[in-house]
């Protein structure tokens, strides 16, 4: 599937880029995020070879996946993921994260 980029007045939901691992890594190790969503504890590096795996199969990958990012500041402070998609009934799965001081 094509993840479009996506513009809202103060967000823009774009692909995946390798240096977005700051931000994602900073989600997946922050206690105060991580209780709610069931990921294994992952290294910085192995974060990284995820983040490169959604990227190399973000146009074939029954899900998407985009990064929230701040127009303002080009800030990415989050996530959002669309999984399970059933074009057959016509539902899909929605999950987003937010960094917690945003």
């Keep these: 599937m094509l993840s479009p980029k996506i513009e809202t007045e103060r967000l823009f939901l774009r692909r995946y880029k390798e240096t977005d691992i700051d931000v994602q890594y900073e989600i ?3 206690e105060r995020l991580s209780k ?4 294994p504890s ?3 590096e192995e974060e990284l ?3 490169k795996n959604w990227i ?5 990958d029954k899900h998407e996946k985009w990064v929230i990012e701040l127009k303002e500041n080009k800030r990415a402070i989050g996530n959002i993921s669309v999984n399970e998609i059933n074009k057959k009934n016509n539902y899909c799965n929605v999950g987003y994260v937010i960094i ?3």
């Excluded at 709610?36 to 990921?39: E, L």
């Design 42 to 44: 992952l290294t910085k």
């Design 100 to 102: 917690y001081d945003y």
């Design 36 to 39: 709610y969503f069931k990921f």
């Design 49 to 51: 070879e995820c983040i």
């Design 56 to 60: 190399a199969n973000a146009d074939i």
């Design 28 to 30: 997946i190790t922050d």
